[in-house]
């Protein structure tokens, strides 16, 4: 497996998952775009697309930092333009970008419930609806071309919508986006998957959840390296799924998860939402 070659271009990758993504990918000598909004350093987030994209340098890979507001139409397109034409297409896309609000209905303001909309769903349609061009002609080059989006398996059940209704539907809408354009795109030969963790991940934006014990996560590593694995897989078979990130890597025999504890040696494991 190998990702050397590659022009991936990742949304909201200048720290956290995102950013684990691009630094496996790099490795191998990919080329990566860093299509994030922190472009100035925040006190209360670590890292923006300069200081990732110096990561990915030293990692292997070559960097392309962007600043881009997902919640415009017009910065998404330049953004995609931007990184296609400086890495001379683009291969693979990561829907990681996303905003977080874990509140009740009668708690959830207007603005916060638009963030999530803006970012989640409508940014990673528009940000996929860029990019399809682009996807088709690395198709059409042999390059398999695949979108992976961070988000969970489709589910029904009250219980994932009744704590936090409009984050599951925030959710779901790019999960709804990995299905319908799965279909969409298969005679494309375009891959389209999501992927999401187990238990919860140790990032800056879960941290500034007040309760969450982060002792009990797994690191975004986990993800990395499920990632590698699905992009490594052939577009034309490997579409429409909603992985999980352990079920990933048992697949190929990695079942001692124990490098990606935050503390080594941890059996009882903080869940994620929405998986039974």
């Known amino acids: 497996m190998s990702l050397q070659g590659k022009r991936i271009f990742v949304t909201g990758g200048s720290r956290g998952i995102g950013l684990a993504i691009a630094l496996r990918a790099a490795r191998d000598g990919a080329s990566i775009a860093i299509a994030a909004k922190t472009a100035e350093p925040n006190p209360k987030l670590p890292g923006t697309i300069y200081t990732a994209a110096e990561e990915i340098k030293a990692a292997g890979g070559t960097a392309l930092p962007i600043q881009c507001d997902l919640r ?22 990561i829907n990681n970008a996303s905003a977080i609000n874990l509140t009740r209905t009668e708690e959830t303001p207007a603005k916060r419930f638009d963030l ?12 996929s609806q860029a990019a399809i061009p682009h996807l088709r002609e690395s198709a059409e080059n042999g390059r398999n071309p695949h979108i992976l989006t961070l988000s969970p398996p489709l589910s029904m059940k009250a219980k994932w919508f009744k704590n936090h209704v409009a984050y599951t539907m925030a959710k779901y809408g790019m999960s709804m986006c990995v299905l319908g354009m799965a279909e969409e795109f298969k005679r494309d030969g375009i891959a389209v998957n999501a992927l999401w963790p187990r238990t919860a991940i140790d990032t800056a934006a879960l941290q500034m959840i007040p309760g969450v014990d982060t002792a009990a996560c797994r690191t975004p590593e986990i993800l990395a390296d499920s990632a590698y694995i699905i992009l490594n897989r052939n577009s034309k078979e490997c579409s429409g799924n909603f992985f999980v990130d352990d079920e990933v890597l048992a697949t190929e025999g990695i079942t001692d998860l124990d490098k990606y504890a935050v503390v080594p040696g941890t059996k009882d494991f903080l869940l994620d939402f929405f998986l039974d």
Do not use: C, K, P, Y
């Open 72 to 93: 415009d139409e017009a910065q998404i397109a330049a953004a995609v333009q931007q990184a296609a034409d400086s890495m001379g297409g683009i291969d693979i896309v």
């Open 116 to 127: 999530m909309f803006d970012v989640n769903v409508r940014g990673t349609f528009l940000t």
